[in-house]
């Protein structure tokens, strides 16, 4: 259970007592759990009808006075002081542009805030909040929720993008990001979903390029060791490979023959299928696809002739599967916040 404040705070910097000594304060904003927000009648009026009709009404005197604290009129709003905290922010030019938004808390219920308290421009403010590749990379989940609770579908899905790079959702994780107690089984369903399809796509797309250049099983000497178009994995075993490494024919009982990789290949290929299971975010793979895995190292290491042009050509096959999976992806980056 959350610790109820009973004393009151004065917030940080830049709305603290004496954050401005060259302008004063003229004025108190109360959060919900008693954090003091110092701050300029001026400025809040410029960013909010609401507040400048607020400040527009005559001071009340005597027993109907309004409250004060310092010698300044306090006003008690609703909100708590991480959501105030990113309304106030919203409302002072200065800070829009160079105020370091910390992290997201509050800025669901900012949200709704700036709505009730007419901030111009301030949604628009917060959506490109929670683009910023800072969250959308660190906390993709959260901004996630932040979207699906908010109805904004286009951050949903570049959220549900970002979530690629990340291990398969945890339902244990929902106790650190509070948003997911106010979005659906629904919403979660969806981005569960979209990871699915994506790994759906990504590893036949692997695939794909990885069986370019293989030979007709029936006709191998129709391919050519020299031409250098041709990936390693698949140049004969005959030409300038260790005797253990090249592409091999493998012959099915029933007389059936096909065309199989070089050994190390298939060993990489293998691990890059399982990345899939866990991480489908297409330039995550791209990185892995050039990037051999332990037992293909090791397996590449007996053959001069692949240990050579390898490199090259996975690096090739990685920028090809990257710019096919993001086409493939675009098809499947549909999400319904309703």
Partial sequence: MATVRETVENAKHPFSPTSDELNPPDVILRSSDLVDFYSHKAILSFGSPFFKHMFAFPEPMGEAANPTKDGLPLVILPEPREALEKLLVLCYPRFVSSYLFRDLDGVDAAYEAVKKYDISGGRELLEAVLVD????????????????????????????????TQPPFDP?????????????????CQLQLFHRRCSQVLVPTLRSFANVGAPDPYSPSEMSDDDESTPVWWEDANEGHDASCGMHILVHDDGNAWSDFAMWFRLHMESLEETCDIHHESGWIAQKVAELSPPALVAISKCPRCVERAPSCLRGMAKKVEVEANQKFQAVRVFSCM
């Avoid at 990001?177 to 629904?186: G, N, R, S």
């Fill in 133 to 164: 590749p800072r969250f959308l990379q660190k906390d993709p989940y959260r901004v996630f929720a932040i979207a699906c609770h908010r109805g904004l579908e286009n951050v949903a899905e570049l959220a549900a993008m970002a979530t690629l």
């Fill in 172 to 188: 244990s994780i929902a106790v650190s990001i509070p948003e997911l107690k106010v979005i659906t089984a629904y919403h979660l």
